[in-house]
């Protein structure tokens, strides 16, 4: 009956009655995951492409391992009301978001009488963010 090797980086399937002291090549670290970098605890090698990561031939030969690891305990976080109530803000922030898109297209009209005096023309200026010019226009 096969069973399969739980060693890290091996992951076949072998027969227990064959299993031999070098019929595994595994990794005995742990991954090591620093920065952009991925590789082994027990070897120098890193790369930072994922599949090369789980291409890296393991450093130790030894025989296959058919007991799955146990579950890494995550600690449990216990927090208290006070705690809590640290984390809280101590004042409500005023946060101003920015000018709807009809605000932003609706047309300003400037009354410029030094310039247009005997005329009393409008001068009617529309800002287009999106566009990033000015246009201009007069009646």
């Not at 299993?19 to 082994?40: E, I, L, M």
């Not at 025989?63 to 449990?76: A, F, L, M, Q, Y």
Request: aromatic share 12%.
């Amino acid at each position: 009956m096969a069973l399969l090797c739980y060693n890290w980086s091996c992951g076949q399937c072998f027969d227990p009655e064959t299993n031999s002291d070098d019929a595994c090549t595994y990794h005995p670290g742990v991954r090591v995951f620093h920065d952009a970098f991925k590789g082994w605890s027990c070897c120098k090698r890193r790369t930072t492409d994922f599949s090369d990561f789980l291409s890296i031939v393991g450093c130790t030969k030894g025989r296959h391992n058919s007991e799955k690891p146990p579950e890494p305990v995550k600690p449990e976080v216990k927090t208290t009301e006070k705690e809590l109530s640290e984390l809280k803000p101590k004042f409500q922030e005023h946060i101003q978001t920015c000018k709807t898109v009809e605000a932003i297209k609706r047309p300003i009209y400037l009354f410029v009488p030094l310039i247009f005096l005997l005329c009393y023309t409008k001068l009617i200026i529309h800002f287009s963010l999106l566009v990033g010019t000015i246009v201009v226009s007069y009646t």
